[in-house]
Every structure is written in C-alpha cells, then in structure tokens.
C-alpha cells in the first residue's frame, strides 16, 4: 500500500485513548470497536496489520498472531495518550533538525 499518512505514535495515541492501562488487545478489536483506530480511519485488516506493524518496528508494541489468539501486545500499558502526542511532536521537531 505504500507509505501510510500516520505516525506510528499517532497509532499508539489512539490505541492508548481507548485501551489505556491493557496490555494485550485483540486485533479483531482495535478494527471494529467503536472509537477505536480501525474505526477511526476506516481500516481493513490488511492496512491495519501494515499500522501496527509501523508500531513494532519502534519498539512500542508487538503482534502476537497463532492459533487463532491475534493480539497486538503493547510495552508500555499505562502509557497515556498525551504523552504518545507529545512523543510524536517530539518526532516531528527531530525529523525537522
């Protein structure tokens, strides 16, 4: 699909708003939950694997899929979402320096 128009603090941000404090969230709900990231951008499955592959690959989350037990687990739970905003201005200043 090519480059996706969303940092991937800009992923963890809506995945924090809504499931702030659980550690593992299944994939089929951050697709179809109201408010949720696949909701919000209207997401089909393939593009929100690509999103949270974006997330893995900072080292914030990881995408756990056997056995039918598809879940995203994040790092750092009790992260909130303001810090993930604040993480992702902080990226946007660096890539500007």
Known sequence: MGHLPFNPWI???LIQKKHCGIDEIQLKDLLLTPESIGKAFNLDSITLLEVLRNLE???EAKIIRTAGLDVVRIKHPKQQY??????YYESIANERA
């Open 82 to 87: 303001i810090d993930c905003v604040q993480k």
């Open 57 to 59: 690959k900072l080292g």
């Open 11 to 13: 992923t963890l941000a």
